[in-house]
């Protein structure tokens, strides 16, 4: 069983800055491409960002150049530091991770941590 666990969401003032970490533990062979999504409510998932195992990173436009992805492959974990952020940030941010578990290549998903954007 592969699990994925968020942390560092939070309430924070506009402007202000997070970091968001997410560990994958478990049954682990390789992890290919790793992201970040979030869902504001009432609205669907987006993608923020995403990192491949080989470092090709992309970003959603609203968040370019105030956002940044980043991976460490020892640790299977990624992280998103968000800067200047903004109310429509405001969401609950989820880690994804396509995941080769030795016998099967899957997404996986974590539970989610909520940022708040607010002053």
């Known amino acids: 069983q592969v699990q994925l666990v968020e942390s560092g969401g939070g309430l924070v003032q506009p402007g202000g800055s997070l970091r968001l970490s997410c560990p994958a533990s478990?049954?682990?062979?390789?992890?290919?491409?790793m992201g970040w999504y979030r869902q504001a409510p009432g609205k669907q998932r987006d993608l923020v960002a995403t990192?491949?195992?080989?470092?090709?990173?992309d970003y959603r436009d609203s968040v370019k150049g105030r956002f940044t992805i980043s991976r460490d492959n020892a640790k299977n974990t990624v992280y998103l530091q968000m800067n200047n952020l903004k109310p429509e940030g405001t969401a609950a941010y989820y880690c994804?991770?396509?995941?080769?578990?030795?016998?099967?290549?899957?997404?996986?998903w974590g539970q989610g941590t909520q940022v708040t954007v607010s002053s």
């Open positions: 994804n991770a396509n995941i080769l578990d030795g016998i099967f290549r899957r997404d996986y």
């Open positions: 478990g049954n682990i062979a390789i992890i290919y491409t």
């Open positions: 990192t491949t195992r080989g470092g090709d990173i």
